[in-house]
Structure formats: structure tokens, C-alpha cells
């Protein structure tokens, strides 16, 4: 971004939410289209965090503008930071990993001039590519499961138990 008076570039780092949410196994993921960043890349629900904002806040707010899917505050736990850089895009972006337990309702393509379309995928068969930020994510996680393994009531054990 170059400032309008004096012409100086000025580079800046971004800050994303992601919600990672996992039903019967099988993590959910996008397919980016016309955002102008990583387009056919997949990757969790999200977006920009906002001013004031918390992460578990931020990542269920997101949860639910992209998929319509909603969780409770006291079902998501920070579980992840990763450091995106993009030269080629000239992006940098820190992204915040949230898991969301326990989503309720139906996926539904809430935005579909940012994405293709959302569908689940077992960890061990994850679509390519990747953005950057989910592989950044995935090696941060390979001697540990890529999530926890919650379980808030007894016939509810859907969390991922792999390693990557």
C-alpha cells in the first residue's frame, strides 16, 4: 500500500481468524474464490479480525457469516497462531487458530463470491492446495493431533484423535 502524499510503500500485517470445526471425524474447509489472495486454495472458515474483538468471538462471528453454522462461546479454545508470510502477494498476515466444538446447524454457502463451496474432509485425505496460513497451521501441529479431543457430553466425541 503506498501512502498518497509521500508515495512511501507501507507494509502492514494482517490479522485472521480461523475456525476450525470438526464433525464425525472430517475437518470442514473452503475453496477461495475472487478475494485476489490464494483463490482455489482451501481453507478452515474466516476472515479479519476486528477492533475490540476476542478470539473466540471473532472466530464464531466468522464461523457463522461464512457457514451459518453456530457454536457457543465456552465450546471454542485458541488452539493455534501461525505466521503467513506472502512475498509473492505481498501479504503478511498472523492467523489465529480457534477449534469450535460442538457446531450446530446445517453448512450452507453464505458467501459465495469469496467461496467455491464448503464440504468435509477426512485429515488424512485434505484437498490441494492449501493456503499458506493451513499448511503453516498443519506443521505447527505434526507431533500433535491437528485437534483436541473435547468431550462435553457423553454421546458427543467427534473431535479428531490423528496426527499429520
Same mark, same amino acid.
Given at each position: 500500500m503506498k501512502c498518497p502524499q509521500c508515495?512511501?510503500?507501507?507494509?502492514?500485517?494482517?490479522v485472521a481468524i480461523r475456525a476450525l470445526v470438526i464433525r464425525n471425524g472430517k475437518i470442514l474447509l473452503g475453496k477461495r474464490q475472487n478475494t485476489g489472495h490464494q483463490d482455489g486454495?482451501?481453507?478452515?472458515?474466516?476472515?479479519?479480525?476486528? &477492533?475490540?474483538?476476542?478470539?473466540?468471538?471473532?472466530? +464464531?462471528? %466468522?464461523? *457463522?457469516?461464512?457457514?451459518?453454522?453456530t457454536a457457543k462461546e465456552e465450546n471454542a479454545n485458541l488452539i493455534g497462531i501461525t505466521n503467513d508470510h506472502l512475498p509473492q502477494d505481498?501479504?503478511? &498476515?498472523?492467523?489465529?487458530?480457534?477449534?469450535?466444538? +460442538?457446531? %450446530?446447524? *446445517?453448512v450452507q454457502l453464505m458467501e459465495?463470491?469469496?467461496?467455491?463451496?464448503?464440504?468435509?474432509?477426512?485429515?488424512?485425505k485434505l484437498p490441494t492446495?492449501?493456503?499458506q496460513s493451513m499448511q503453516n497451521f498443519i506443521e505447527s501441529r505434526k507431533d500433535k493431533p491437528l485437534a483436541y479431543?473435547?468431550?462435553?457430553?457423553?454421546?458427543?466425541?467427534?473431535?479428531?484423535?490423528?496426527?499429520?
Open positions: 508515495k512511501i510503500t507501507i507494509q502492514k500485517v494482517g486454495h482451501w481453507e478452515t472458515p474466516g476472515g479479519h479480525f476486528e &477492533y475490540g474483538e476476542d478470539f473466540k468471538i471473532a472466530a +464464531l462471528r %466468522e464461523l *457463522n457469516e461464512e457457514t451459518g453454522l505481498e501479504k503478511h &498476515y498472523i492467523s489465529i487458530y480457534v477449534q469450535c466444538d +460442538l457446531a %450446530e446447524g *446445517n459465495p463470491n469469496k467461496c467455491t463451496g464448503w464440504e468435509w474432509f477426512s485429515p488424512d492446495p492449501l493456503t479431543k473435547h468431550v462435553w457430553r457423553e454421546e458427543h466425541t467427534d473431535m479428531c484423535l490423528f496426527h499429520l
